[in-house]
T-cell receptor, first 111, second 112 residues
Framework: GIQVEQSPPDLILQEGANSTLRCNFS?????LQWFHQNPWGQLINLFY???GTKQNGRLSATTVATERYSLLYISSSQTTDSGVYFC?????????????FGTGTRLTIIP | DTGVSQDPRHKITKRGQNVTFRCDPI?????LYWYRQTLGQGPEFLTY????????KSRLLSDRFSAERPKGSFSTLEIQRTEQGDSAMYLC??????????FGNGTRLTVT
């Protein structure tokens, strides 16, 4: 099956700093999503981004499908950004319509 | 719309007992997914439905696990004869035709 690698595994930053999280995947994909899992376990959908660039407030994401990677940018970090960020991909073909998750990047924002 | 809801939030059970979890998806979503997450890991796929049809099951889903989605609305996940290794967070998600996915808060199962 498709492999998803995220880096770095852990990131500790001061409030106000910027960060870049990376997701590499091993095959072409039809679907790529970024999620934030907050300290209470809730998975929040941040972006549906199989290709191209999107922005939502302080967050933006870029997927370069031909090179099999995606980046999530967080600017002016706030303590509420803490949690685990997951990249998940889907290689849509018959019998394989599901997201495969990476192991995540744990982000800790220090006030 | 209140999003995806799961019930219960927490379940503690003794080994060997049966448990059932419920998921109510976003009303217009035709796809519903069950995942399992253990501490420090990403969610792992268990099964998914398109409307009422169960289209794929993971090899993680042993014979003790069964899922249903009657009438293409809510779904239930039942675990029979629970084992300590079943302790995990069980997550449900829904989507419209597989695009943006939305997860519920999960059901945390502890088997003692």
């Amino acid at each position: 099956g498709i492999q998803v690698e995220q880096s770095p595994p852990d990131l500790i930053l001061q409030e106000g700093a910027n960060s870049t999280l990376r997701c590499n995947f091993s095959d072409s994909v039809n679907n790529l999503q970024w999620f934030h899992q907050n300290p209470w376990g809730q998975l929040i959908n941040l972006f549906y981004i199989p290709s191209g660039t999107k922005q939502n407030g302080r967050l933006s994401a870029t997927t370069v499908a031909t090179e099999r990677y995606s980046l999530l940018y967080i600017s002016s970090s706030q303590t509420t950004d803490s949690g685990v960020y997951f990249c998940a991909v889907e290689r849509r073909n018959f019998g394989n319509e599901k997201l495969t998750f990476g192991t995540g990047t744990r982000l800790t924002i220090i006030p | 719309d209140t999003g995806v809801s799961q019930d219960p939030r927490h379940k503690i059970t003794k080994r060997g007992q049966n448990v059932t979890f419920r998921c109510d998806p976003i009303s217009e979503h035709n796809r519903l997914y069950w995942y399992r997450q253990t501490l420090g890991q990403g969610p792992e796929f268990l099964t998914y439905f398109q409307n009422e049809a169960q289209l794929e099951k993971s090899r993680l889903l042993s014979d003790r696990f069964s899922a249903e989605r009657p009438k293409g609305s809510f779904s239930t996940l039942e675990i029979q004869r629970t084992e300590q290794g079943d302790s995990a967070m069980y997550l449900c998600a829904s989507s419209l035709e597989g695009y943006s996915w939305y997860f519920g808060n999960g059901t945390r199962l502890t088997v003692t």
